[in-house]
T-cell receptor, first 115, second 117 residues
């Protein structure tokens, strides 16, 4: 079965330090992978995606993610965290069961950046 | 462009009442989706519409119905609300497939916070 896992419910980091939010996936063939961010009382906002090509993907707000096929991972990273980065982050993978655009979401990781 | 809009933003229902959540998108997307978000469970797909005129069940369809009114609008109906349906509901839309560089990216509305007493 296709799935995506976010092993950490919460990640705490000090402002200015690098941050990593982890995501691993299980899908047959080549995955299409996504990261979304949700600020309090808001909808999900698209951050970045990996479809093909360079394993390092750059996205909005200075975030990037590295696709690692051998480790089946797609971790979200940022070199220097901001307090305003505090939010809920979701990893997702395209559901390849059929000709649709369905996404399978992880359970989310709450990022808390302390001043 | 407003993107994806949802109404209402908040709603309180009593058990057994019915209501319809409205969703509209102005991005000319073919596909639309309804999710519910519950603490610790991420987003779960209720129903989706790959293109105008088609609808299909997602992961948690029980207790819900949908209507794809036209290409822009996709509504979610609760016929007889239950406390287990207390949740935040999100609508999303996407282009179908890799056309126009969409590559399956979904765009979300602001959500409807529903409480069923």
């Amino acid at each position: 079965a296709q799935s995506v896992a976010q092993p950490e419910d919460q990640v705490n980091v000090a402002e200015g330090n690098p941050l990593t939010v982890k995501c691993t996936y299980s899908v047959s063939g080549n995955p299409y992978l996504f990261w979304y961010v949700q600020y309090p009382n808001r909808g999900l906002q698209f951050l970045l995606k990996y479809i093909t090509g360079d394993n390092l993907v750059k996205g909005s707000y200075g975030f990037e993610a590295e696709f690692n096929k051998s480790q089946t991972s797609f971790h979200l990273k940022k070199p220097s965290a901001l307090v305003s980065d505090s939010a809920l982050y979701f990893c997702a993978v395209r559901d390849k069961g059929g000709a649709t655009n369905k996404l399978i979401f992880g359970t989310g990781t709450l990022l808390a950046v302390q001043p | 462009n407003a993107g994806v809009t949802q109404t209402p933003k908040f709603q309180v229902l009593k058990t057994g009442q019915s209501m319809t959540l409205q969703c509209a998108q102005d991005m000319n997307h073919n596909s639309m989706y309804w999710y519910r978000q519950d603490p610790g469970m991420g987003l779960r797909l209720i129903y989706y519409s790959a293109s105008e005129g088609t609808t299909d069940k997602g992961e948690v369809p029980n207790g819900y119905n949908v209507s794809r009114l036209n290409k822009r609008e996709f509504s979610l109906r609760l016929e007889s609300a239950a406390p287990s349906q207390t949740s935040v509901y999100f609508c999303a839309s996407s282009e179908l497939g890799l056309r126009a560089g969409g590559a399956y990216t979904q765009y979300f509305g602001p959500g409807t916070r529903l409480t069923v007493l």
